[in-house]
């Protein structure tokens, strides 16, 4: 084994290749070690060197991660636990390093008898210099010391160099020649060595930074001022950096403009985003690019607000920090009465950069915040900082995709074949995004270099166990994700404790999205304390608000969610998913109440809303059927849930089972259906009705179902599968003695079979129906069959009959739909005998009618078909297709709506349905 320390940090095998050992955290740890080849290094030394003096208490737990990958990737018992620490059992010769440095003691010792011999063996050891020391590592104590005594160590040897030639080439008269000027004695490489690699970080256009190379004359000056004194006011405790930053371009670019107009007064930057999305890193970023322009220096201190541990710091306890690194010594520390006060006037004068991180909230971070001009603060926080916290303000965001999927594959190593690019964009997805996760993933897949992505990609697909795979070594983002949590659990308002009972309520169920009225029905509060609880969890950034009284959570903050909710009684469980899918199935009655609707349908839903007490009310279609277009998915997503077996029992449901609720959604959505034409979303709960149904044997939902789904299938033009459904469907209602349900049903297979060219059997049909209805008195569906009976007439030849019940058909009907549908029916009768004029009268009717309330888009379209066709008769070229260009816009959309091939052409001669 040999260790690289004089160059990119690298591990080469016995055979000469390169061990995968790439990851930055992991090099700086093996050059812990390294740089003490065969002694024990304690363990508070090495995490000193890789974190800072201050390193927190987990220090420990990731230092034993970053060993216990490198003892997998390492030959066996390369490193040995030892009492405190460890020990990296290798011979000084096994470094690069090593080897040059005895190189060096050889050379002294020939240098006074044998100076040609000396510099021969410089010489030879030389060329292991292949770039700038310890490349690769990210920005830490160990880096920054390191780095400087090897680069001394360098220009010492150079010196050596150039004194062992001089006495090689000295005349024989015994004078020395002059000493080479500074080529000699600084750039004197020898003419084989490459060019050095000086650190000096740049950021791609993709937000990646990578290290740039610079010849071998910029390396001397920086050797040269690398022996200078360090600078008198340092970065305190200051986080190191990461070798992986990527994109914040904008963001980083406000930063700089923010915290660099502080002439006048204080800047104050707060920074604010859920936890994981990077808050920290570019925090740390920003702050060490603008280092120059504070003069009395970086002062850090981490608030512990989002530390899983430990509790956050006081007051107090963050002055005594910031008071220690501005030089006070412990024993002249203040009192806490009186420690505020000292550290104002420490700071006063000083033109420092504050970075206060991982604030809790307002009260924590007024009194540290700088008062006089020249000095500023940057201040990260989970939580919207109010109150008195006064400065720009910005809002970080999950990266996007691209950035995000560039972050995973520069940490993960992308090599060649490892996955498809389609691949890497889903893991970045199912990461949320989020730059610690992203970090995690990437930092497991580096350790499994012959793992592809689709390996991670199956586990990160269950959204169950997607946060046990999000944890390596210390990094544990679901730990991460609870601190807000639980520091909400801590505090004394009512909407906070009441924040913390809501949130594994919200990982309860499936759906993506609450309102004030879903949760309070959950938690057994009333709506406007749910919304405050709601709004304490926005504000501490766990919850999002896309709009008013809507919530959601991030995809990692629904898993977390849902681990918290998985951890609970069953009981609780069924209870959360009971209230919500009673609140859920009462709304969903209560949006038909602003339609207006045939008696039967009002009639359903009315009872329907009485058995489902709560829900919300709608005033208005305008509030209603955007509700519900909103809603759907959510509403699938917990019918699918509900409709496991384990569901089948019980009365929670309105009297019924859970895994009712996929039938009571089709029964109350059966309107809304109509109105928009959601197939898709009509088929999906149509098909898990059956499914719920067939298994328990319930003949009245799959009866149900497929009158709905025959129904969809005949206004897609497939009238043999429609057709063959709603038979089956009025067959079951009969049996069960349904006949207001049967007959529904025969209302839809009359144009079902006439749109399949079979009008004489749905003429008798309807004539059949008709004649029932008449003799029990009910008028609910009269109106859809005559008009269907009378197109019936019309296509068969029969126009005086036709004629003549359309016109009664007409009179008696009551409601917006009917008016619509008759009159409609009466264009197409009047285009049908070239009677133009009054053509176009009926279709005005029509359309005025369909105003009254909204209409699904195929009848739409089919009216102005109709009407387009009536203007044309009468010469209006230029107004009819004005009307076809609408007809055929409303029918593209809902083709790309629906996935559909829709059509509508006067000689279609649909049934009205």
Same mark, same amino acid.
């Given at each position: 084994m040999d260790i690289r320390l004089l160059g990119v940090v690298r591990v080469l095998g016995d055979d000469g290749a390169a061990l995968p050992i790439t990851a930055p955290l992991t090099c700086a740890t093996l050059a812990a070690l390294a740089l003490r080849p065969g002694e024990p290094v304690r363990t508070t030394e090495v995490a000193a060197r890789l974190w800072g003096p201050r390193a927190s208490a987990a220090a420990a737990g990731r230092l034993r991660g970053q060993v216990a990958r490198l003892r997998r990737l390492l030959p066996p018992n390369a490193i040995r636990t030892v009492p405190g620490g460890y020990l990296l059992d290798i011979t000084p010769e096994q470094t690069d390093l090593g080897r040059f440095t005895r190189a060096l003691e050889q050379a002294g010792t020939l240098a006074a008898e044998r100076p040609q011999e000396a510099l021969a063996a410089l010489e030879r050891v030389l060329p292991l210099w292949t770039g700038n020391p310890l490349m690769g590592l990210p920005d830490c104590p160990l880096r920054s010391s390191e780095r400087l005594r090897l680069r001394r160590l360098w220009l010492s040897t150079l010196e050596r160099r150039s004194e062992l030639r001089l006495a090689v080439e000295q005349p024989a008269g015994g004078e020395r020649s002059p000493v080479p000027p500074a080529e000699s004695r600084l750039h004197g490489a020898p003419p084989d060595l490459p060019e050095w690699a000086a650190v000096d970080e740049w950021e791609h256009p993709d937000g990646v930074v990578v290290e740039h190379d610079l010849g071998s004359g910029e390396f001397a000056e920086l050797a040269e001022s690398a022996a200078e004194p360090d600078e008198p006011h340092p970065a305190v405790g200051l986080p190191a950096g990461i070798g992986t930053f990527v994109a914040r371009a904008v963001e980083l670019g406000r930063l700089r403009r923010w915290l660099t107009d502080a002439s006048a007064a204080p800047s104050v930057c707060l920074i604010d985003g859920s936890g994981g999305v990077g808050k920290s890193t570019?925090?740390? +970023?920003?702050?060490? /690019?603008?280092?120059?322009?504070?003069p009395d220096g970086l002062l850090y201190v981490d608030l512990r607000g989002a530390d899983p541990r430990n509790p956050p710091l006081t007051v107090g306890q963050a002055c005594q920090v910031l008071l220690a690194a501005m030089g006070r010594p412990g024993k002249e520390m203040p009192q806490d009465a009186e420690i505020v006060g000292v550290y104002q006037r420490e700071l006063a004068g000083r033109?420092?950069?504050?970075?206060?991180?991982?604030?809790?909230?307002?009260?924590?971070?007024?009194?540290?915040?700088?008062?006089?001009?020249?000095?500023?603060?940057?201040?990260?926080?989970?939580?919207?900082?109010?109150?008195?916290?006064?400065?720009?303000?910005?809002?970080? /965001?999950a990266l996007s995709t691209r950035d995000a999927t560039t972050m995973v594959r520069a940490i993960a190593g992308a090599t060649e074949g490892r996955g498809e690019d389609e691949e890497w964009a889903e893991l970045a997805r199912l990461c949320g995004r989020l730059p610690l996760a992203l970090r995690i993933v990437a930092t497991r897949m580096a350790a499994r270099p012959r793992w592809r992505v689709a390996d991670f990609l199956a +586990?990160?697909?269950? /959204?169950?166990?997607? *946060?046990?795979?999000?944890?390596a070594d210390d990094l544990d983002l679901r730990a991460s994700l609870m601190v807000s949590i639980d520091q909400l659990a801590a505090g004394a308002r009512a909407d906070e404790r009441l924040a913390t009972e809501i949130f594994p309520a919200l990982g309860a169920s499936a759906v993506r999205s609450y309102s004030p009225g879903s949760v309070a029905a959950m938690v057994g509060s009333t709506a406007r304390e749910a919304a405050a609880a709601l709004d304490r969890l926005t504000d501490a950034r766990i919850a999002d608000s896309p709009r008013p009284e809507v919530y959601t959570l991030h995809d990692l903050v629904r898993s977390a969610a849902g681990w918290q909710a998985a951890r609970k009684p069953r009981e609780w469980l069924v209870g959360r998913l009971t209230a919500l899918a009673n609140w859920c199935v009462g709304s969903l009655y209560r949006l038909n109440q602003p339609l207006a609707l045939p008696a039967n349908y009002e009639l359903r839903y009315r009872r329907g809303a009485d058995r489902f007490p709560g829900g919300r009310l709608f005033t208005s279609v305008d509030e209603a059927l955007p509700w519900a277009d909103e809603m759907m998915e959510d509403v699938l997503a917990l019918a699918e849930q509900l409709s496991g077996p384990e569901f089948d029992t019980g009365d929670e449901l309105g009297g019924a089972p859970l895994s009712d609720f996929a039938l009571e959604s089709v029964r109350a959505l059966e309107s809304y259906f109509g109105t928009r034409l959601a197939w898709?979303?009509?088929?999906?709960?149509?098909e898990l009705t059956l499914t719920v149904a067939r298994r328990r044997e319930q003949r009245f939902a799959e009866a149900a179902a497929l009158g709905q789904l025959g129904k969809m299938w005949g206004q897609q033009g497939d009238g043999l599968r429609g057709a063959e459904m709603l038979r089956r469907g009025i067959r079951m209602f009969r049996s069960l003695g349904e006949a207001e349900e049967a007959l529904a049903l025969t209302a839809n297979l009359v144009p079902c079979l006439g749109s399949i060219g079979r009008l004489e059997e749905a003429k008798a049909l309807a004539e059949e129906t008709v004649a029932e209805l008449v003799g029990e008195g009910q008028d609910e569906f009269r109106i859809q069959l005559t008009n269907n009976l009378a197109r019936c007439h019309l296509y068969l030849g029969d126009h005086a009959r036709a004629r003549d019940i359309l016109l009664d058909n007409y009179a008696r009907a009551q409601v917006p739909y009917q008016r619509t549908m008759a009159a409609g029916v009466l264009t197409e009768y009047y285009l049908e005998v070239a009677e133009y004029a009054e053509a176009e009268r009926w279709s005005e009717r029509g359309m005025a009618h369909a105003a009254e309330q909204p209409f699904d888009p195929f009848v739409a379209a089919q009216q102005r078909t109709w009407r387009a066709e009536a203007l044309r008769?009468?010469? +209006?070229?230029?107004?009819?297709?004005?009307? /076809? *260009?609408?007809?055929?816009?409303?029918i593209e959309d809902l083709n790309s709506r629906e996935n559909s091939h829709l059509r509508v052409r006067i000689t279609d001669r649909y049934l009205a349905g």
């Open positions: 570019l925090a740390v +970023r920003v702050a060490r /690019e603008l280092a120059d322009r504070f033109r420092v950069l504050l970075l206060l991180d991982n604030a809790v909230d307002s009260a924590q971070v007024v009194p540290l915040l700088p008062t006089e001009a020249g000095a500023a603060a940057l201040v990260t926080s989970r939580s919207l900082l109010a109150g008195s916290v006064g400065g720009q303000r910005l809002h970080l /965001e +586990r990160l697909r269950d /959204e169950r166990r997607r *946060m046990d795979e999000l944890t898709s979303a009509q088929r999906r709960l149509c008769g009468l010469g +209006r070229e230029e107004s009819a297709h004005v009307e /076809e *260009m609408q007809a055929k816009a409303v």
